[in-house]
């Protein structure tokens, strides 16, 4: 079967792995690329040199497509760009930043850009700067994410009347009845995180997939928003941070408190007190450490299951 | 055809149109169940004389089943049971407050009981305490929320995996795509409450009606949390709680500036500078103002089709 977004990127099930920082390396992206999905290695936690070589190991360890996340706002985003054409990547996904600086010289090279916003306003500009498909994130998804708080359920279908390009839902989706209610409220595919955090190819510390899967609800927050909101398990930092606010901080206090690779000690180096553990809330449903080719092909089966039944099965 | 909700509420769709403060009153809790779903009054706005005269005037319009919906944080809870026992009411729909209290009671006058939660945790509860539905209500719902922010594309399929009872969705939900997607999501059927707003019946200002159908996606806010988080469109008010916000104030100093009657204010009066004006996220989808039996035959009609085509249609 196919749809806009298999043609889209050459892939079997439109399903694409999020590019996460400390989590999305060659190991992951290659293992859902094989497993018929869309992998993204996630350059935002990468310095160059890095990125260069999780690239060369995935063209290895697949010859399906995969892609790299880009948050523009990355310091070595000319350096980053330049290694993505070098190595013939054929799909960037980007983030964070203005789509219209790097999309035009990307498609000029052969490559397929997609990029991830949170508001109609900015799916728009989007489509207008030329990308070949938006992915439309919620306000449940894990890590950065849009200021204007709105659900993943009511961006879809209000992102879906304004664009004509191909749309992909992220943000609480991580099974097979997540994937086909994102497709009936508007979207072409889906972006999925937390649920790849939880594999065993994502280059996440075991402390933090084993606190992902213990998650239940209300365990995250969305915190932060004066820097860039982000949403995290609560934890010790997120209370350091909690406490801080009552203090009327300002944006520099922020930022000292937040300091340096917090993400990296929390998702990479397992520190469950002090990091920062980057999830969405849809962590309450995931209870399990898996292959990315079997949590692949559970989504699918569900996804085709429920597609199936629904006529019969509800009023 | 027939599921869970329309056998237990006997009525035609599983759709239920919220009991909304200074919107849900006689008239469109009539027409809503006169059309095949579910009309609730909205007790939190009605003194209790006053509920009692919407409950006879709905009495005579309407030979369908319909309910109330009861904030049990009411002032006059006890005289509201009282009046709706003594009225015969068959159904009641509990908020913001514990079960326990009041389920048992209703019960005994065979009163169908169903209580809105926003978590997992408090959605056990309320099946323990005997209720005979849940109503789930996300983040991205208008009006009085949840402190866990957990949004409906997460909260539904949490919920689902711990209850037994029958789940109505809500947040988000205004079209046939939208209920079809809750209930992929697990739920049994939908409340529904800013597309009702939006009707020739609801009791809100015509001022607010144009208002809603004019908003667009980021319009909303959720604020006021240190007393109740509510979901209101940004406005002067709005703009006045944040600016408090910037000067670290103290609980009295929200309930000050809140005063009293701002809900009444915006809503009913159409004061859209200084009074409340809550609706949900999903006001940006909705466009028009149309007879609530309209939009309870669109929702049928779009959900029926969505369905019957999701195999041939989708990936």
Chains 1, 2 share one sequence.
Request: net charge positive; proline share 3%.
């Amino acid at each position: 079967m196919q749809n806009k977004i298999t043609e889209l990127f050459k892939i079997k099930y439109p399903i694409i792995q999020a590019g996460m920082i400390w989590n999305s390396g060659w190991k992951l992206a290659s293992a859902v690329s094989n497993s018929g999905g869309l992998g993204l290695l996630g350059a935002g936690s990468m310095y160059p040199d890095v990125l260069r070589q999780h690239i060369q190991k995935c063209k290895k360890a697949t010859s399906h497509p995969f892609g790299v996340n880009v948050p523009m706002l990355y310091p070595n985003i000319e350096e980053i760009i330049q290694i993505i054409i070098e190595q013939g990547v054929k799909i960037v996904f980007t983030s964070a930043g203005n789509p219209k600086i790097h999309t035009e010289r990307l498609k000029k090279n052969g490559i397929k850009v997609a990029h991830v916003i949170s508001s109609v306003k900015f799916a728009a500009k989007a489509q207008e700067a030329g990308v070949d498909a938006v992915v439309a994130e919620g306000f449940e998804a894990g890590g950065h994410n849009g200021r204007e708080e709105t659900t993943t359920f009511t961006l879809i279908p209000m992102v879906k009347e304004k664009i004509q390009i191909p749309l992909i839902a992220a943000g609480g989706i991580a099974t097979g009845k997540g994937m086909l209610a994102a497709m009936v409220l508007g979207a072409d595919g889906v972006q999925i995180g937390s649920r790849f955090v939880a594999s065993e190819e994502s280059s996440a510390h075991i402390n933090f997939k084993n606190k992902v899967i213990e998650a239940k609800d209300g365990d995250t927050l969305l915190t932060l928003k004066e820097l860039a909101p982000v949403r995290l398990l609560k934890n010790k930092f997120s209370n350091d941070v909690l406490e801080l606010y009552k203090r009327n901080p300002s944006k520099q206090d922020l930022i000292d408190l937040l300091g340096r690779a917090r993400a990296k000690r929390g998702m990479f180096e397992g520190d469950l007190e002090d990091g920062e553990l980057e999830i969405g809330q849809i962590t309450g449903l995931i209870n399990k450490i898996q292959p990315a080719s079997k949590i692949v092909k559970e989504i699918i089966s569900e996804f085709d299951f429920e597609k199936n039944n629904l006529k019969g099965t509800m009023f």
